[in-house]
């Protein structure tokens, strides 16, 4: 990927509201330590904003703002990408893609085990229902969808459970939808 196709898609990310993909775009391409470090702090602050969103501890016009200065401190950063060099096009190892491969796959075994779950599932039965040997995944996973507000964690009779919100409940509607 070329500098110019770099910036616009991330860019294009921004405007459609997808941040942690716009982040982790830059952190495939972007070779500098100092740009490196700008892109792993806005990291930790989408996440930090948005587990606060989860757990229903900032307004919404908080939010509004910080989100928008998250943007803006992409979009800065972007400007001095422009000006620097950055790697034109990684090449994955074979480990990397797999890993990459196992991640994707845990996303979606998970999806499906709690789209069909009333109640929610355990981490240990979503990873032996799910067919992936390597539990990181599925946790990782699970992890993840949280931080985007896809599942809620809740505790009975001394277990945690993960179901799928309203939020994710919509999504994988989304999804299915636009399987068709």
Do not use: C
Not at 32 to 54: A, F
Request: proline share 2%; glycine share 6%; no cysteine.
């Amino acid at each position: 990927m070329h500098k110019r196709e770099l910036v616009d898609r991330v860019k294009f990310l921004l405007a459609q509201g997808e941040i942690n993909e716009a982040i982790q775009l830059l952190l495939q391409y972007v070779n500098r330590k100092e740009e490196i470090n700008t892109i792993v702090n806005q990291s930790g602050r989408y996440r930090d904003l948005m587990n606060m969103v989860s757990v229903g501890i900032i307004s919404h016009t908080d939010y509004l703002r910080d989100l928008n200065n998250l943007r803006w401190n992409i979009l800065n950063l972007l400007d001095s990408i422009e000006e620097t060099d950055i790697n034109p096009s990684p090449v994955p190892s074979i480990k990397g893609m797999k890993g990459e491969y196992l991640r994707a796959l845990a996303r979606i075994r998970v999806l499906e085990l709690l789209k069909d779950s009333e109640h929610g599932l355990t981490v240990t039965e979503v990873h032996s229902g799910s067919g992936i040997r390597q539990r990181k995944y599925i946790v990782s996973s699970l992890n993840e969808l949280k931080e985007l507000g896809i599942i809620e964690r809740y505790r009975y009779e001394k277990q945690t459970l993960n179901k799928l919100s309203s939020i994710g409940k919509d999504f994988l509607v989304g999804l299915l939808v636009n399987a068709d």
